[in-house]
C-alpha cells in the first residue's frame, strides 16, 4: 500500500533519516511544515523496493498531511514517519523503543501515531520514550485507541453530502462499491448498512470478504473488476493512486468518496473525473476523521469535542464543492486552493504543549 502523489511538491522544512543497526531501525522522520503547530502525521512501516521509494512516499505523505490538516482546521503542521519493514524476524519493542528516541529528539516539533503496518501496541512502546506521540489505549472517556472508527465516521459523512449533491438522494437504497476492508473500510461498510445502502465489496483476503458479505448483505466482486462495478458511489478503502487515466474511464460511479490516502495517480486524473461528471470528494478533505482524533487525544480535547470535529466533514466538503463551483475549479483542485490558503495565512510556529 505505497500512496501515490497528489498534491503538487513542495519542499519540506527538515528530513530526519533515521538509523539504528542494533533495532534493525531505518526511515525517514519528514517534517513538511510547523507554520501552523507540530508536524502530527502517522509511522508506517512497510517493504519498499528502495531508500528512494521510501523517501518519495514519506515526502509525499508529509506534504499531504499538512494539506489534511489544515483543512480539518487542526492547529497542526504536517509530517510522516515511514521505517522500512526489516527482512525476516522483526524485534517490534526494540524497532519501536529506538524509533521512539528519534522522535524525542525532535522535542515536540513532530507528533507521531499509527499507520498502515503499525498499531496501538506499537504507539505504547514508542510512549516509553516520548509523551509526543498519541493513538494510545483509550483511557478515562478521553479520545484515543486506534483512529480508524473516526476515519470510518468522517468518510460517510462525506459521502452522506456528495451524494445530496451529486444525485439529489440519501444513501438509503443506493448502491456504493467499497475497495479495501481493513479498519477503515469494514467500519464504513457497517455505516453504510446501518442507513440503507446496498453494499458491493473487493478485499483480496477471501474470509474477510465473506464475512462482511454476509454480515451486511453485500456482493462480493474483483479486486479489479469493483472499478467496473454498477453502482452510484466508489468508495476507495485499500490503496493510494487507484484512479488513473485507465480506471478514471471504467468508473461507473457518479461519486468517488473514499478512506484512502493520495487516491489520483496524477491531478490531471481529478480534471478526468470532473469532465465525466463524476464528483470527486477529495482525500484529504474526507479522510481526517483518524487524524482529528489524535489531535484530540493529543492536545486533550474532550471525547465529545473530537466527536464535533469529526461531524464537520460534511459541512468542510460542502465548502470546499462550493469553492470549486464558485470558482470553475475540479474538487481537488478547489481543496489545494483552499488548503494553500489556509497555511499561508496561518501564524508561523504556535506553541502547543502535549496534554
Ligand atoms: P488497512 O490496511 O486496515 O486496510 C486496507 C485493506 O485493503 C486491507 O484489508 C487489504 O487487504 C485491502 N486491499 C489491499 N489491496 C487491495 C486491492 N487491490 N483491492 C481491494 N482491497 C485491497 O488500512 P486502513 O487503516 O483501513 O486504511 C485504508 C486506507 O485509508 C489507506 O489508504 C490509509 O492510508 C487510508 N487512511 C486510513 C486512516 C485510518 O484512520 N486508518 C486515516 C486516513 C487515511
Redesign the pocket.
Known sequence: ?V?TPQVSATPPESVHVLRDDDAGLRGVIVLHSTRRGPAAG?CRLWRYADHAALMGDAMRLAEGMTYKNAMADLPLGGGKAVLALPQGSVDRRRLFAAFGRAVARLEGDYVTA????TGVADMEVVRGETRHVAGLPVQGGRPGG???P???RGVFLAMEEAARRQLGSELKSLRVAV????????ALCGMLHEAGARLIV????PG?AAEIACRYDAEIMG??S?LDARCAIFA?????G?LDQEAVSRLRARVVC?????VLATPEDGDRLADRGILYAP?YVV?????I?VAGEYLGWSVDEVARRVHATGLRLGAVLGHAAREGLAPHRAADALARARITAAPASPVLEAA
Open positions: 500500500m500512496d502517522g499509527e499507520d498502515a503496518g486506534d483512529p480508524s473516526c476515519t470510518a475497495q479495501g476492508l481493513g479498519h477503515v473500510g469494514s473487493a478485499e483480496p483476503r474477510v479486486r479489479d469493483i476507495p478503502c485499500a490503496l493510494g487507484v473514499g478512506a484512502a490516502n493520495n482525500d479522510n481526517a476523521g483518524g487524524i482524533s
